[in-house]
């Protein structure tokens, strides 16, 4: 299939863990991208490839991938990591075409 | 460091065609390792990709927009353009451009595809 799906919420604990999944079938051939979205503001970068961050992104963000199922561990959370959270992958046709997912909303309580 | 800017009409009536430019300063176009491309995001949904450019011209397509989009990029201004015929107002939305780094991994087994930097997105609204 060429979608990518995510589950639409989530909430998590101030300083507790939560994942975020991204499933499809393109996850297979291709590493799951992910970005973070505050309101208002264009998305950022904060994972790609194999478990890399940009340059300022904290480390208690990471990424890992297996079979057609991607996912984004936010460890020990924060206030601000609050966002949506969006993956995307490249699709089956071997172009740079480029999927994304619904996005999660990542709630911290 | 490198800054995108996108710029457009804000609005226009229905069937009307929407041209959006992407100007980027602090880097070129022409860097062979990246992709150019436009990404655009409805009100209170999520992304969607519309298109992608390289700087040889070589272009990439949404299959659910590609009939009526045309990316291009002109390496002299070092700009990147986006036109949208007919539009509608289910092609209001935010409209990002983004520079893509799309790559294969050492080993080549598995493809990267990022959208590494973002300009800032320009609003469009299609209305009578």
């Known amino acids: 299939s060429s979608e990518l799906t995510q589950d639409p919420a989530v909430s998590v604990a101030l300083g507790q863990t939560v994942r975020i999944t991204c499933q499809g079938d393109s996850l297979r051939r291709y590493y799951p991208t992910w970005y973070q979205q505050k309101p208002g503001q264009a998305p950022v970068l904060v994972i790609y490839?194999?478990?890399k961050r940009p340059s300022g992104i904290p480390d208690r963000f990471s990424g890992s991938s297996s079979g057609n199922t991607g996912s984004l561990t936010i460890t020990g959370a924060q206030a601000e990591d609050e966002a949506d959270y969006h993956c995307?992958?490249?699709?089956?046709?071997?172009?740079?075409?480029?999927?994304f997912g619904g996005g999660t909303k990542v709630t911290v309580l | 460091q490198l800054q995108l800017q996108e710029s457009g009409p804000g609005v226009l009536k229905p069937s009307e065609t929407l041209s959006l430019a992407c100007s980027v300063s602090g880097g070129s176009v022409a860097d062979t390792t990246y992709y150019w491309g436009w990404i655009r995001q409805p009100p209170g949904k999520g992304l969607e990709w519309i298109a992608a450019v390289y700087y040889t011209g070589n272009t990439y397509y949404s299959p659910s927009l590609k009939n009526r989009v045309t990316i291009s990029i002109d390496t002299s201004k070092n700009l990147f353009s986006l036109n949208l015929s007919s539009v509608t107002a289910a092609d209001t939305a935010v409209y990002y451009c983004?520079?893509?780094?799309?790559?294969?991994?050492?080993?080549?087994?598995?493809?990267?595809?990022?959208?590494?930097?973002w300009g800032h997105g320009t609003v469009f609204i299609a209305s009578s």
């Open positions: 490839g194999n478990n």
């Open positions: 983004a520079r893509l780094l799309s790559e294969w991994d050492r080993l080549g087994a598995r493809g990267i595809d990022a959208f590494e930097i």
């Open positions: 995307s992958s490249r699709d089956s046709s071997g172009y740079p075409h480029v999927l």
